[in-house]
């Protein structure tokens, strides 16, 4: 009894339902993975210990499009389409002043405490304003060498979305 009603569930008679229904998830699974949330596996070491590398999730493709992200947000940030991107942290946003001394986070002049970096960091970086319409952003494994490391200033149209978890 069992075994029959598995293989009706995984190899039902096509009919005219069965088709439609086939067509139904396939359309659903289309417009979910690729306009609301889209795969992604993480690459690179740039964001540990809050996210490693070969974790799989998933980028909210929606989440910034009625506001913008805001410092301490974890971003997606487009490369070269939608096919490539990073995934970085929003230390600053347009108008803030952003700075490192000594390893230490500044922005507008106020160093900021940030539970989510782990390890030492000695990245020293000259002050500099973050412009209209642009984030900075920088990843969470400042143990890496400044020159290492990619970040910075990026435009709001370049945020693709943010990881569901």
Known sequence: MIVDWLKRFFFPTPSRWFFLRLGCVALAAYIFF????????????????????????????????????QAGDVVMVRLTGDSVMYLKRV????????????????????????????GPCDWELAPRKVRLGNVYVVGDNRSVDIEKHDFGQTSLNNIAGGPVW
């Not at 999730?57 to 506001?67: A, D, H, P, T, V």
């Not at 230390?91 to 989510?116: C, I, M, N, S």
């Open 91 to 118: 230390v600053a946003v347009g108008g803030q002043t952003v700075e490192f001394r000594k390893g230490v986070l500044w922005v507008d002049g106020h160093p900021v405490e940030e539970d989510y970096v782990k």
């Open 34 to 69: 690729g306009h609301v949330c889209r795969p992604m596996r993480i690459s690179g070491l740039s964001m540990l210990p809050t996210y490693h590398t070969g974790q799989v999730n998933l980028c909210n493709l929606w989440k910034y499009r009625f506001s913008p992200p």
